[in-house]
């Protein structure tokens, strides 16, 4: 990629050059200029696309590395000139944006490092301490930058330090109201009431397991069984992943909901390196990230593993918007590509018949599929109807059940539906659906256009959670976590918290779980009858690991008393998987009688006769854990 012709030792080293007569002061806000117009261009770009606008980014960088470094090899003339501190953090804070934006474009965890080394310096150093309580302008810079500032954190999770910047966020909104008290702060205690219901309900297990893909707590890729060649030719690959969530009164924290938090983790690597070490960057003297900043962000990558698939995170959406994502990225998607679709929200407009609407629904789009359609899982009619207009209104108006992502009562202005995303199986989908109106959503199955799609569905009626605080504290969608934090969602579920046992106990519980995934895994790729659908992802590890989470879901909710053998609280997967694997096969529900005896709760679940656990699997098991 071509660099911009400007260089930074060309701009005050050059003594012979006209430059060397212009003011360092004119030079500098030269550049202020230019890095402000760059930086506006960029900020408003989408997060798709991401192939187009990957020029813009390396150029507005250029630009603030050209000033950042100006700035710190001519502060003292600057200062003289009338350069404040709270200008310098300035820069640093778009600085940290553009790391920050860059990430949230390709998933690359070294851009959220350095976004958080620029932020942890301008915290240090203080940028906007002084007049801060004389300048309202100056107490809305630190405001803005604490707020950003956590969502790094956050998402790094860095808890402590979240902590920490909560309370600093707090004490400031609280100073801010005594001392500009002309101005309303409403908005500033609505971020703070955020991030504290935010981190209520996401605490109940923290520092037990991380949500991300270890590879030293789960399965190393490269340790992954593989599938035959005789039932699959292809290995397919997560590229690429469309996560969003729409209820009322959702937990989030800015743009960013519980729900789609989760799945953000849990298809990430786990950073490694300076990542576990406790925070010492160093500042340099002009109070910029100090030399081991590089050396940092290399550390937070394992370069033997590939890297995170992108994600693109819509908070509500409108539904035209997220068919332009879709569509988008389904055009840039890889080869091997696999694009997973997250959607989250309430169900709507559903009938009281729905299998009929269904079915209708499902002849709509065999009437309008394309002649040309070379999905070996098409609907053998291919033939119009003349009543397809009819067919087509009533699959698209009130009598089939939907995705609401937007107020109620605009018909389906606000509603995503199964002909929304039909249309984009000319690209392998791995598709979640946690919704109570997932119904219809099984007709895609059968309606692909050229790529047979993988379903997971939640369970259509809410999960009843035994968890005393989490009916009054909702800590997001309970489908959700066991796919993201199975063994937690097994303890919520239950009534447990993660302080109410002994952390060997949980440890204990784990190493079952895991031990216990891998032999499912085993099993699956070893299976005479596993569908190609899921033969060409199983390769992937996140894709893997989503998979055997559902079955250790669907295991649990069929044993579990209060959900046992009612359809409505049972998820379901399109294609089928091998019976090897279903909730009454004895590999399955082993694990859950295990489980339950390490919990202490065994009467709570429905097991089939003559399921008993195995003899001595624990002390086997910590026997080879402690050997490895």
């Known amino acids: 990629m071509s660099q911009p012709n400007m260089n930074i030792n060309n701009i005050h080293n050059n003594n012979n050059s006209n430059s060397s007569n212009i003011p360092v002061s004119e030079v500098y806000w030269s550049l202020v200029e230019k890095a402000d117009k760059k930086f506006s261009k960029i900020r408003d770009l989408p997060s798709y696309e991401r192939n187009r606008y990957d020029t813009y980014f390396y150029k507005v960088f250029k630009v603030y590395t050209q000033l950042w470094k100006f700035q710190q090899e001519n502060r003292e003339k600057l200062v003289e000139a009338g350069l404040k501190r709270w200008e310098i ?3 640093a804070s778009r600085i940290a944006q553009l790391y920050y934006g860059q990430y949230m474009r390709t998933s690359d965890m070294s851009y959220l490092s350095e976004s958080y080394i620029f932020y942890e310096a301008i915290l240090t150093r203080e940028y906007f301490r ?3 309580y004389q300048h309202l302008n100056l107490a809305n810079k630190q405001l803005r930058f604490l707020a950003r500032f956590l969502m790094v954190c956050l998402v790094l999770n860095r808890r402590e330090v979240v902590h920490q910047l909560v309370n600093q966020l707090k004490l400031l909104v609280d100073e801010c109201k005594r001392t500009f008290q002309e101005t309303d702060f409403k908005e500033w205690k609505l971020v703070v009431q955020e991030i504290v219901r935010f981190l209520k309900a996401d605490t109940a297990f923290m520092n037990i397991r991380p949500s991300r893909y270890s590879p030293v707590l789960d399965t190393h890729p490269d340790a992954l069984v593989h599938v035959s060649t005789s039932v699959t030719k292809r290995n397919l690959r997560l590229r690429d992943a469309i996560l969003s969530s729409y209820h009322q009164n959702e937990v989030k924290f800015s743009e960013l909901t519980l729900d789609a938090f989760r ?7 786990e950073p490694s390196g300076s990542f576990y070490q406790s925070s010492n960057v160093k500042i340099g003297q002009n109070g910029g990230p100090g030399p081991s900043r590089i050396n940092y962000s290399q550390d937070i990558a394992d370069p033997t593993l590939p890297p995170n698939p992108r994600k693109t995170i819509l908070y509500r959406p409108s539904v035209t918007q997220f068919i332009a994502v879709l569509a988008t990225i389904c055009d840039e998607l890889p080869p091997d590509g696999v694009l997973l679709i997250y959607l989250s ?7 009281t018949n729905t299998a009929d609407n269904i079915i209708r629904s499902s002849q709509t789009h065999t009437i309008h599929s394309d002649a040309s359609s070379t999905s070996p899982s098409s609907s053998p009619s291919n033939s119009l109807n003349p009543t397809s207009r009819q067919s087509k209104e009533d699959c698209i108006g009130y009598n089939t059940s939907c995705l609401q992502f937007g107020a109620r009562g605009n018909g389906g202005l606000n509603c995503v539906y199964p002909s929304d995303i039909i249309p984009f199986t000319r690209r392998p989908l791995f598709i979640i659906i946690d919704s109570d109106g997932n119904e219809a959503f099984k007709l895609i199955n059968g309606a692909e256009k050229g790529e047979r799609a993988a379903l997971l569905l939640s369970p259509s009626s809410s999960i009843p959670i035994a968890a005393a605080d989490f009916s009054r504290s909702p800590s997001g969608s309970p489908f959700t976590i066991f796919l993201t934090a199975p063994l937690q969602a097994f303890c919520l579920l239950l009534g447990f918290s993660g302080s109410e046992f002994e952390a060997d106990t949980y440890t204990k519980a784990e190493k079952l779980v895991s031990s216990s995934m ?16 899921w033969a060409e ?36 997967c399109m294609p089928l998987l091998p019976v090897t694997v279903l909730p009454t096969a004895t590999i399955c529900q082993t694990l859950v009688l295990e489980l339950a005896n390490i919990f202490g709760a065994t009467d709570t679940f429905i097991f089939s006769e003559g399921i008993m656990p195995p003899e001595n699997r624990h002390d086997d098991m910590e026997v080879s854990s402690s050997s490895s």
Not at 518 to 527: F, K, V
């Open 89 to 91: 953090g300035e820069i």
């Open 130 to 132: 002084d007049g801060l």
């Open 263 to 269: 799945m953000l983790q849990c298809l990430e690597w």
């Open 345 to 351: 929200a309430t169900g709507a407009g559903t009938s």
């Open 518 to 533: 891998n032999e499912w895994g085993l099993t699956l790729a070893t299976s005479d009858n596993l569908d190609p659908v």
């Open 537 to 572: 992802i199983l390769c992937d590890p996140f894709l893997q690991r989503l998979l055997l989470r559902f079955l250790f879901c669907r295991v649990v909710l069929k044993l579990y008393g209060p959900t046992s053998d009612k359809k409505e609280f049972q998820p379901e």
